[in-house]
């Protein structure tokens, strides 16, 4: 079910990307005025159009909502254009098609959730994880399950989930490290999660440690890394029934003890590496 519930995401992101294409050939650039085309003042506005295919839009504070930047003006600008017959009735059913598919998500959603109920325990465990919702934990538990034996290890479960670099080496040469496309439905969702997760200021070693890969890695790399990181705490979570424990994560972020070296240690290991040390002015 919980794949299924992708699919219709997928085509609500493919129905969205039609009627951009409507707008655009139609001359109408609301995706320069406002930045959600599909909320309720613009969406408001193109109903309004369709309605009143003949009529030429000369005012829009009636659809103005309380967080609007642009001005009447702007606005005005940006729906000087005209639909034809054939766009028209193409967005009407794009429109329709997207409403019925929202209501067959929050259907769908619905059975999802009381079809969870038995899992929610692990549910609440998972959520504690940073970056995850309850739904997110669902679609975890859909792909995983709650029994982690069938896992000998994280990396056994990262490997299924195709979170881990590829050992391709042949005479000695690496030929890459790319990631495998195993884990198709999953991996998705822990990216997502991921790109979350280094955003939460309550949880800081999260963005510590994606920064600290960023560097060496890039972007791509390193929120895989942070998914990988993300799915091994799921696993030690659901395998010791205890929930997330940041102090772990900060620990391993923060350098060893045999790192800390005084200033006239550096101060050696300089000048055996070459460099000159001179005094500050």
């Not at 919702?133 to 859909?142: L, M, R």
């Not at 670099?165 to 195993?182: E, L």
Request: glycine share 4%; charged share 25%.
């Amino acid at each position: 079910m919980v794949r299924y519930h992708t699919k219709l995401t997928n085509f609500t992101v493919g129905e969205k990307n039609r009627a951009q294409n409507c707008l655009t050939v139609s001359n109408l650039k609301l995706d320069s005025v406002f930045s959600d085309i599909f909320g309720k003042a613009s969406s408001n506005i193109i109903g309004h159009i369709l309605a009143n295919p003949s009529e030429k839009l000369s005012d829009v504070s009636a659809f103005r909502t309380k967080h609007m930047k642009a001005t009447d003006e702007e606005i005005l600008e940006a729906v000087d254009g005209e639909f034809c017959p054939e766009q028209a009735e193409k967005l009407r059913i794009i429109r329709e098609h997207m409403s019925n598919l929202d209501l067959c998500k929050l259907n769908l959603q619905s059975l999802i959730l009381s079809t969870a109920e038995k899992y929610i325990p692990e549910i609440d465990l998972i959520c504690t994880v940073p970056g995850m919702a309850t739904f997110s934990a669902i679609s975890v538990i859909s792909e995983i399950g709650v029994d982690m034996s069938v896992f000998p290890a994280s990396k056994h479960l990262c490997s299924w989930a195709g979170l881990t670099p590829q050992n391709d080496q042949s005479a000695g040469k690496k030929k890459t490290t790319r990631i495998s496309r195993a884990g198709v439905y999953i991996k998705p969702l822990l990216v997502q999660c991921a790109l979350n997760a280094i955003r939460c200021k309550a949880n800081p070693e999260i963005a510590v440690r994606y920064n600290a890969l960023k560097k060496r890695r890039g972007h791509k790399k390193a929120i895989i890394a942070i998914a990988r990181m993300l799915l091994t705490a799921i696993y030690n979570i659901l395998k010791k029934r205890e929930p997330y424990n940041p102090e772990l994560y900060r620990k391993s972020n923060s350098p060893p003890d045999h790192r800390n070296i005084s200033v006239e240690e550096a101060i050696f290991i300089l000048q055996r590496q070459g460099y000159l040390i001179s005094s500050p002015a």
